[in-house]
Structure formats: structure tokens, C-alpha cells
């Protein structure tokens, strides 16, 4: 009988977008790849995801809940913890219950917000040998700490702190913590986390239509142009223009940025809070979301990948995606926090203020368009970008748990 | 062989009389058909076609035109001094309109219009009806106008261009232009670019310009950073400038000289002088030759008069304002006009023909320019070339014109204008000793020199 992984997180991911999403789709199928049955309950945001991209025992966080105030407040940006208060509560937990299986191995959490809705599994006859693994994406905290700072609101603090509690509770309870950087994993078990892997982001190879190719081909620029993909994920887009010195100038008059992603409309914004906005438009081309055909066209067609990142914690998603492309990638150093071993692959440039960004940028855009094969030295290097290889770990580790457990029945 | 292609779409344009720009691309034109220089050619930019070769006796009727020195008088003299009412405002606007036409047209035009005001005066109304129709089509046009020059490549039309050829302007190409198509063009053909900066004012400071022309600027200079191989500047000071943008905002900077302008006016055989500038010429006064508009800051010449006024100074030279109204000084006129202290203190002269200039410059006491910022400073140059001292701005390109031949002040500092203005005013042999140094030492630039500084920079 395969063991059986259940998942829990604050969102579904049979159709991922963002980039949590994105790993934690690859970490079931690993699960799956390492011979276990996988089970899921996402504590989703009511109306925020269609139909198909739901799971079958996923639960609606609906909007009008009572658990969305925070110190009387229906509080913005932090429905991510309510939604675990909501899951771990008398109404929410007697929904969650009804749809675990009757036998658990093993619950994931992704990242630390569903862990008093784990806690309270456990504490069922049931699954009282349930061993809780944590899959953590950043240290939460600081970053939401920064969010909530950016926007004045007055429980900054207060929920930044409540966050610090639950994540260091949920990585000293877990069994196993799976982190996404070396610096991630440093912090977890000086926090006594009892087994800290790295499990690092990965890419999933893509591939295109040549009949997609070429209608985007009529649609993005001919001359060589850059390509930043993101979600609307605050740290993909705070500081953007500021990391750009607030300026698309470096841009030749036929070349653009383009964007792809959610983010598309909030750098928009944010060039346009610049002093040279009407410049910096003339060279942004906003082509919002994609289905993954368009997009993996779009990325196969990009000169380069531009990766401005100054927020954020963990690793950024889209950094091993720029590196497997063989195209260019131009970055500020956090993007490449994880990465730092690519770092020196002859495609990429590190840049640590807006001149070299200019300066990079310029010199990318001038340089020949690189192709996968012209520079077969960096293939392994690439090829263990893939989700399969940086994931292996986390079944491998998963098994010996469990071979642990039942050792000790 | 290579060939240099100037760009004349500016003056090919300009139906006025001559401006700073004007005149440095019809300067250096007639230099190069004087000279005979069979490796030029000259070329014009429309939005449709692009740019076609221009003949050079088309060239040479624009520079007839341009040193006819045609100046159109569009309102009685004595209301240049007047605030204008919208209906003279109108007026104003559809004379110059008519001005642009050709001379013979124009009074069959005017006679036209008053044969039909009333049926016009209906005409127009039913017009602002309907006017937002009407912007939305014509701004439709423009799109699909910018659309198709985006579009068109170097293979749709026929571009004169050749690889190896040299494309030089030092036109108006932020208004007549389009850089974003002569840069696809440069990268498909490979010919080399030398183009021109004058100033980045508009950038450098925005709120002394319209909203729109500080947009257009930003964008201008930093197409014409991406596509020149090599940019001209007319001072030390606009050098400085542009490299300083051009930094910031992440474009490349591309070698950069300097080039001086001239700074002779036109002579003519023939002056006739207005009944305006004859009764000026008759009484003491100080000159200062520049657009009306903020920048140029007339106001701590007002402000200076004033204090001297209410100092008890009397029989102060008249001052004496040449130039075209221009934006943003409506209430700044309005005092000029209003302020009983200043009465018959300042005088205000517009549409002033070179010949009439000339006059005016030799017969100064002295000149002034408190300009707050400028890319060169042509008044300056030509207060020296004319032996006068001038009294001028400590700010921006001025005193690369004339070193230590001219005075500077701060030109915000109204106490040391007016201290300054009253001491020359009274000890007149001061004045009269640096007229003659200016005389002894100054040497103007002249076209010629600055037509070879260009050649000079082409590296032909």
C-alpha cells in the first residue's frame, strides 16, 4: 500500500501560476515520482480561482468570513494567516475534516500559515503517527513584515510577530523542514529545526508551437528585447524602477521590455510614478497573462531575461527558468540568491546598482542573440535546473521518515 | 563615394524670420553651396515618405526666403504693448496662420476673410461643435500616421541613404523629425549619424516650458543619444548637460564637441526702419535682445527699475525689450503695461528685422541678459561682436561667450542688478573703457567658423 502525503496549503495547484504554486505542483508530482499517494486540501481565497483549477477537497476561505478581522479590522495582505486561524477554528476545521483520507503517512504544509489546522489533525486517534513536514518558500516574517510596512498599515507589527511565532513553532514541531536556500536553511535550524534539506526552485523544461512562434514573432519587437515574467507578487514589482534608476533609456527606440505575468499593470505603475514616464512607455510592451503555450513561445523568442529583483525572501521562481533558457539573464545579486553557483555562466550578469543595470542592459541588447546550442559547455549546469533533479531529495527524505516511523510501531 | 546628407526639412519649413536654429542650418546650407562642396546632398523628412533627396536650387530658394528677412507685422505696433483680449488673441492666431501662406496669397486671403466674417463667424461656431469629432479623427491620423512610420523599413521606400554615408542635422527634429525611424533606418543601411544639441532646458528645467515639450525632450534626446555617432553641442555648458542626462537616464553617450555658433547678423543695403525703433533710436537706452518668457527673466530688470525708481533715481535709460512674447508672462506684461512707477522706464519691440537689430545693438548704451539658464547665449556674442558691453547672468553657458569681457550678477540678486545698472549708468567712461577692450580683444565667431568647426567634426 503506497504511503499518502496529504498536502495542505492556502491555495490550489492543479493549474499553477504563481511561483508558489508552481512548487508546489512539482513537489506533489515528486511525491508521486517517489512511488506515494497524494492528497490535498487547499484553504483557498473564495473567487480567486476558476473551477478546474481547484482540487477535490479544497475549502473556500470565504470573503465574508468572520475570521478576516484582525484586531477589529478587516485587515488587507495577511488573509494567508487567517486562512490558517479559519482552518484550525471549531467552523472551518469540521469542513477539514470531512475530507481527510482515512489513512495520512505523512502531512506536508507549505509554508508555515496552514500549521494549526496540522496540529489539530494530529490530534485526532486517527492520525496520531502522522509524522508533519514543512515545505518553506522564505522566512515569512521579515517579508511580510516589509509588505505590510510599505503600505502604513498599523498592525505591521503586530501580525509581522505573530507570523515570527508560527513559523518557529512549525519548523521546531516538523519532523522534516524542506528550505529553498542555503541561507534559508541556516536560519530554520538555528531555530532547532530537527532536519533542514534543501530543496532548491527548479524550471520544467517548455516548449512551443512553431505556429506560436511565429505569431509572437509578428508581436514583439524584431530587434533583440528583454523579458521579465512575474506574478503580482509585491516583491516582484516594489522597487522595480527604482532597481532601473527609473529609467527605460538604456532601451534602444525599436527594443522594449516586455512583460509577462500579472505584474504587467503594477510596473506600469511604477514607471509611471517616474520623472521620465511618457520615455520609459514608449519602451515597456505589457502583455499581462498567458496560457503556458504563449508564454513558452514568448520566452524561446526573448533576447535576454531581466531579473531587478530587490525584495523578497527565499528564491525567486523565475531565476532558474532565466538560467535554462541559454538566453541572457541580467539581475540584481538577491535574484540569484540560491543561484549563486550559476552566477558565473557566461550568459549572465550580476549587476549591484542601477548603472550596471544600464550598462548590462545595453551590452546585452548589442550582443547576438544566444542559442542553446552555442554554448554546449553549460548543459549539465542547465540541466540540473530541472524541478526532477532539485526535488529528488524530498521523497527520498519523506520515505525515510515514514520507514522510521513504522519501525518504531 | 560616400556622401553627407544634410537634413533641411527645417528650413525647407520655416516661413518666419530666422531663430537660433534656423539660422545654424541655413548657415551652414549656404556655406556648403558657396563652397561648392560636391560631397553633400541634401535630404527632408516627411511623415509619409521618409526622407527624399532635396535639389539644391530648392535649398536655395529656402535660403533666398530665409535671408529676405520676410517679417510679418501681425498687430498694430502700439498693441505689442497691450494685454490681449481673446477676441485679439483669435485675430492674432489667424494672422498668423495667414502669415505662413505665400506673400502673394496673403491679402487675397484677408480680403476673403472680411468679405465673409459673419458667415465664417457662423462657420466657426458650428466648428467648436463639433471640435472633439474632429480631434478624435485628427488624432486618429496621427496614430496611423506614427504607426506607418514605425512600420516602414529602408526596402518599402526608397531612401536615399547608402552605407558609409553620413547623415547630418542640426535642425528642429524634435518637432519635424522622427527619430525612432531614422534609427530603424541607421541599423538596416549602417550609414553614420552626426547630430546636434543646442540645449536640454525643457529637461533641465521643466516647469519653465510647456508639460509637452519637457515629454517630447526626455524621449528626443534620448532616441538621438541611441542613434548619433557623434553629437554636436553649441557650448561647454549643453556638453556637461546632456552627458549628465544621458547618465541618468541609461542611454549611451556617444562622443560628444563643441561647436561654436556665429554670431553675425545679416547685413542688408536697404534698412528701413519702423517709426518705433527710430524714436528709440533717438534717446539713451539699454538693450536686451531675447523671447519674453520666464526663463529669460525679464522680471529682475522690472523689479531693478523699480527699486531705483522708488530710490528716487530719475532719468534712467529707457530699457528697452526685443523679442516675441512668449509663454507663461501674460501677468508679467500685464505689470509692464499697468505699473505707474515704470512708465516710460521700458519699452517693449517686437517683430524686429535683422537690419533693425544691427541698429539697435550699435546705438545701445549697453546690453543686459539675466537669462536664468541657457544653451549658449547668441545676445551675449552679439552685444560683443557689436562692441558692446554687456551686463549678464552668472548661470549656465554664459560666460563661456564672452570671459571677462562682460559683468555677471546672479540673476536672481535684484539689489546687485539694480546697484550695478546704476553705477554704469553713472560713470558712462566706464562704459565707454570696456567698449573699447571689447573692440581690441573680442574676435567674433563668425558662420564660416562655425561651418568649419562642423566640417571639422565629420571627419570627411
Given at each position: 500500500m503506497k504511503p499518502v502525503v496529504l498536502i495542505l496549503s492556502t491555495y490550489p495547484f492543479a493549474e499553477p501560476r504563481h511561483g508558489g504554486q508552481v512548487r508546489l505542483a512539482n513537489i506533489a508530482q515528486s511525491y508521486q515520482k517517489g512511488g506515494m499517494q497524494v492528497e490535498s486540501i487547499a484553504i483557498y481565497q473564495a473567487?480567486?480561482?476558476?473551477?478546474?483549477?481547484?482540487?477535490?477537497?479544497d475549502i473556500p476561505f470565504p470573503t465574508t468570513s468572520a475570521y478576516r478581522n484582525y484586531c477589529g479590522t478587516n485587515a488587507a495582505l495577511i488573509s494567508d494567516l487567517q486562512s490558517g486561524r479559519y482552518g484550525a477554528s471549531d467552523d472551518g476545521f469540521k469542513i477539514v475534516k470531512k475530507r481527510l483520507p482515512n489513512k495520512i503517512d505523512v502531512i506536508h504544509v507549505e509554508q508555515p500559515w496552514l500549521w494549526p489546522v496540522a496540529q489539530r489533525i494530529i490530534e485526532l486517534p486517527t492520525y496520531a503517527q502522522t509524522r508533519l513536514v514543512l515545505g518553506s518558500q522564505n522566512i515569512e516574517a521579515p517579508l511580510k513584515r516589509q509588505i505590510l510596512h510599505s503600505q502604513d498599515y498599523s498592525y505591521a507589527d503586530v501580525v509581522s510577530d505573530e507570523i515570527d511565532a508560527l513559523e518557529k513553532e512549525a519548523c521546531v514541531q516538523a519532523d522534516l523542514v524542506f528550505a529553498v536556500t542555503q541561507s534559508d536553511c541556516e536560519v530554520l535550524q538555528n531555530w532547532g529545526g530537527k532536519k533542514v534539506i534543501l530543496a532548491e526552485n527548479g524550471i520544467s523544461p517548455w516548449y512551443a508551437d512553431q505556429s506560436k512562434i511565429d505569431e509572437w514573432s509578428k508581436k514583439l519587437p524584431s530587434t533583440p528585447w528583454l523579458l521579465y515574467v512575474a506574478s503580482a507578487h509585491p516583491p516582484n514589482y516594489q522597487s522595480f524602477a527604482e532597481c532601473l534608476g527609473n529609467s527605460l533609456g538604456c532601451f534602444p527606440p525599436d527594443s522594449r521590455l516586455v512583460i509577462a505575468g500579472s505584474v504587467s499593470d503594477y510596473i506600469q505603475r511604477e514607471f509611471s510614478g517616474t520623472r521620465w514616464h511618457t520615455l520609459n512607455s514608449s519602451r515597456l510592451q505589457l502583455l499581462n497573462v498567458l496560457s503556458d503555450q504563449d508564454l513558452a513561445a514568448v520566452k524561446i523568442l526573448a533576447h535576454g531575461f531581466l531579473l531587478p529583483i530587490t525584495h523578497g525572501g527565499g528564491s525567486n521562481i523565475k531565476t532558474p527558468e532565466a538560467l535554462y533558457s541559454g538566453a541572457y539573464v541580467i539581475g540584481s545579486e538577491l535574484a540569484f540568491r540560491g543561484f549563486e553557483v550559476y552566477a558565473d555562466m557566461a550568459q549572465v550578469r550580476v549587476t549591484r546598482n542601477p548603472t550596471q543595470f544600464h550598462e548590462s542592459i545595453r551590452e546585452v541588447l548589442a550582443a547576438s542573440r544566444r542559442t542553446v546550442s552555442a554554448d554546449e559547455s553549460d548543459g549539465p549546469q542547465r540541466a540540473s535546473l530541472t524541478w526532477d533533479v532539485r526535488l529528488a531529495v524530498i521523497p527520498a527524505a519523506v520515505s525515510e521518515i515514514i520507514r522510521t516511523t513504522e519501525a518504531n510501531k | 563615394m560616400s556622401r553627407v546628407w544634410l537634413d533641411v526639412t527645417s528650413i525647407l519649413i520655416w516661413m518666419r524670420p530666422a531663430v537660433g536654429v534656423i539660422r545654424t542650418e541655413a548657415e551652414f546650407a549656404n556655406y556648403v553651396i558657396s563652397s561648392n562642396d560636391e560631397r553633400f546632398s541634401f535630404c527632408q523628412f516627411d511623415g509619409v515618405s521618409g526622407f527624399n533627396e532635396v535639389t539644391r536650387e530648392t535649398v536655395c530658394a529656402a535660403l533666398d526666403r530665409i535671408s529676405s528677412n520676410v517679417s510679418i507685422n501681425t498687430l498694430p505696433p502700439a498693441l505689442t504693448n497691450l494685454p490681449l483680449t481673446t477676441k485679439d488673441k483669435t485675430k492674432k492666431k489667424i494672422l498668423d496662420l495667414i502669415s505662413l501662406l505665400p506673400i502673394s496669397f496673403q491679402p487675397s486671403v484677408i480680403g476673403f476673410i472680411l468679405r465673409h466674417v459673419q458667415l465664417l463667424k457662423v462657420i466657426l461656431a458650428k466648428l467648436l461643435k463639433i471640435r472633439f469629432f474632429a480631434l478624435w479623427l485628427i488624432q486618429k491620423y496621427f496614430a496611423k500616421l506614427a504607426k506607418l512610420q514605425f512600420e516602414t523599413t529602408a526596402d518599402a521606400v526608397d531612401i536615399p541613404f547608402r552605407k558609409g554615408d553620413v547623415y547630418l542635422s542640426m535642425g528642429a527634429d524634435w518637432n519635424h523629425g522622427d527619430l525612432s525611424y531614422l534609427y530603424s533606418l541607421k541599423r538596416q543601411i549602417g550609414f553614420k549619424a552626426v547630430l546636434f544639441c543646442y540645449d536640454i532646458i525643457p529637461i533641465k528645467l521643466p516647469h519653465l516650458t510647456l508639460d509637452w515639450v519637457a515629454e517630447r525632450f526626455v524621449r528626443y534626446f534620448c532616441n538621438l543619444a541611441w542613434i548619433a555617432d557623434e553629437i554636436l553641442c553649441i557650448s561647454e555648458c549643453s556638453r556637461r548637460d546632456l552627458d549628465g542626462f544621458l547618465n541618468e537616464i541609461g542611454a549611451p553617450v556617444p562622443p560628444m564637441s563643441v561647436v561654436k555658433l556665429g554670431c553675425q547678423l545679416p547685413t542688408m543695403a536697404e534698412i528701413t526702419v519702423s517709426a518705433e525703433v527710430q524714436q528709440v533710436l533717438q534717446q539713451r537706452y539699454v538693450l536686451f535682445v531675447s523671447?519674453?518668457?520666464?526663463?529669460?527673466?525679464?522680471e529682475v530688470l522690472y523689479r531693478a527699475y523699480i527699486r531705483l525708481v522708488e530710490q528716487g533715481h530719475s532719468n534712467l535709460p529707457l530699457l528697452v525689450f526685443v523679442g516675441m512674447p512668449g509663454w507663461g508672462v501674460n501677468d508679467f506684461l500685464a505689470d509692464l503695461n499697468y505699473d505707474p512707477r515704470i512708465t516710460g522706464c521700458i519699452k517693449v519691440l517686437n517683430h524686429i528685422a535683422d537690419p533693425e537689430l544691427r541698429l539697435l545693438y550699435n546705438h545701445a548704451y549697453f546690453t543686459v541678459f539675466p537669462s536664468l539658464y541657457e544653451g549658449w547665449g547668441l545676445p551675449v556674442a552679439e552685444s560683443l561682436a557689436a562692441g558692446k558691453f554687456c551686463l549678464a547672468s552668472?548661470?549656465?553657458?554664459?560666460?563661456?561667450?564672452?570671459g571677462e569681457l562682460v559683468e555677471y550678477i546672479d540673476p536672481w540678486d535684484i539689489n546687485k542688478w539694480a546697484s550695478r545698472l546704476l553705477w554704469y549708468f553713472n560713470n558712462p567712461d566706464e562704459v565707454l573703457k570696456r567698449e573699447i577692450l571689447i573692440k581690441s580683444s573680442y574676435r567674433p565667431t563668425t558662420w564660416t567658423d562655425t561651418s568649419l568647426e562642423i566640417l571639422n567634426a565629420l571627419k570627411l
Open positions: 473567487g480567486g480561482y476558476r473551477l478546474s483549477a481547484l482540487g477535490k477537497c | 523671447t519674453i518668457e520666464r526663463r529669460k527673466n525679464h552668472d548661470s549656465a553657458s554664459i560666460p563661456e561667450i564672452g
